[in-house]
Nanobody
Framework: QVQLVESGGGLVQAGGSLRLSCAAS????????LGWFRQAPGKERELVAV???????YYADSVKGRFTISRDNAKNTVYLQMNSLKPEDTAVYYC????????????????WGQGTQVTVSS
């Protein structure tokens, strides 16, 4: 009965900011690692950022210094703050979850949200 629901996507101009949210239910949130992945048309799904149950974070080199992943266990929500957005950030962004240990490989995550579109214009 695990469910992940993303929100916050939309259209933004280059250099702008956007914050994505992912609300989780049906799991013991504090015991799960969470991740954000993205997929652009014609491209494979790729890691954006992950956060462990203990709050340890890992970022793809392409977003390091611009994006921040965080979690609020009281709200069962994980966030992705995206600053200094570039057109190449345009993609569908997905929230994912797995119990305990976090990984950077999307294949390790059994639970996924439906995705939210982020479009960055020039």
């Amino acid at each position: 009965q695990v469910q992940l629901v993303e929100s916050g996507g939309g259209l933004v101009q280059a250099g702008g900011s956007l914050r994505l949210s992912c609300a989780a239910s049906g799991l013991t949130f504090s015991s799960y690692a969470l991740g954000w992945f993205r997929q652009a048309p014609g491209k494979e799904r790729e890691l954006v950022a992950v956060i462990s149950a203990g709050g340890i974070t890992y970022y793809a080199d392409s977003v390091k210094g611009r994006f921040t992943i965080s979690r609020d266990n009281a709200k069962n929500t994980v966030y992705l703050q995206m600053n200094s957005l570039k057109p190449e950030d345009t993609a569908v962004y997905y929230c994912a979850a797995r119990a305990l240990t976090y990984y950077t490989d999307s294949n390790r995550y059994p639970y996924w949200g439906q995705g939210t579109q982020v479009t960055v214009s020039s």
